[in-house]
């Protein structure tokens, strides 16, 4: 069954750690893409990834970093230079001849 | 600036009571319009992508419409599972990443 699996679920954090969210997808998709969710706000981007060892600043791409080392992963972490980590962060992928995104699950990352 | 809105944030209709959203554009050379189902807590559904002026695309009780300004989610007679946040989102000119709006949260109660 393909698609995208992001992991955990539900992360809990302290305040100064840095975390780092998982991202898999088996579509054999070539561009993937990290966005923030926060309520009452569109999908905001953190950082995308065209091609395997090239990925480009979002919007909010200030106190995350990304590695895209294989085709099928893009982790996400969030540093401690992030104000404001508390959110809701969705994970997508495309197909390199579509602009169709398709996401995973999600992550609700808390930090106190 | 590429900008994508929609109106209105929230639409509480009873079952059965046909009604539209709709997502208004400035995206600079839109590449394609996107209509996303998202329930709560879970990641966007894809529902659409509408690329040209006129097109139209149906989906059992959803049909989404496009003009040069501005995209329709038509709803007809609505079920209690249809209620969700809708998004809309476009692609511009330079493709490198959708453009959302904040979504549209619709009730629909029987």
């Known amino acids: 069954d393909g698609g995208i699996t992001q992991s955990p679920k539900y992360l809990f954090r302290k305040e100064g750690q840095n975390v780092t969210l998982s991202c898999e997808q088996n579509?054999?998709?070539?561009?993937m893409y990290w966005y923030r969710q926060d309520p009452g706000q569109g999908l905001r981007l953190i950082y995308y990834?065209?091609?395997?060892?090239?990925?480009q600043k979002g919007d909010i791409a200030e106190g995350y970093s990304v590695s895209r080392e294989k085709k099928e992963s893009f982790p996400l972490t969030v540093t401690s230079a992030q104000k404001n980590p508390t959110a809701f962060y969705l994970c997508?992928?495309?197909?390199?001849?579509?602009?169709?995104?398709?996401f995973g699950p999600g992550t609700r990352l808390t930090v106190t | 600036e590429d900008q994508v809105t929609q109106s209105p944030e929230a639409l509480r209709l009873q079952e059965g009571e046909s009604s539209s959203l709709n997502c208004s554009y400035t995206?600079?050379?839109?590449?394609?319009l996107f209509w996303y189902r998202q329930d709560p807590g879970k990641g966007p559904e894809f529902l659409f992508t509408?690329?040209?002026a006129g097109e139209e695309k149906e989906k059992e009780r959803l049909k989404a419409t496009l003009t040069k300004k501005e995209s329709f989610l038509h709803i007809t007679a609505p079920k209690p599972e249809d209620s969700a946040t809708y998004l809309c989102?476009?692609?511009?000119?330079?493709?490198?990443?959708?453009?959302f709006g904040k979504g549209t949260t619709l009730s629909v109660s029987s």
């Open positions: 990834s065209q091609i395997v060892n090239d990925f």
């Open positions: 995206v600079s050379g839109l590449r394609g």
């Open positions: 997508a992928s495309t197909a390199g001849d579509s602009y169709e995104q398709y």
């Open positions: 509408l690329y040209s």
């Open positions: 989102a476009g692609f511009n000119q330079a493709g490198t990443a959708l453009i």
């Open positions: 579509l054999n998709h070539d561009a």
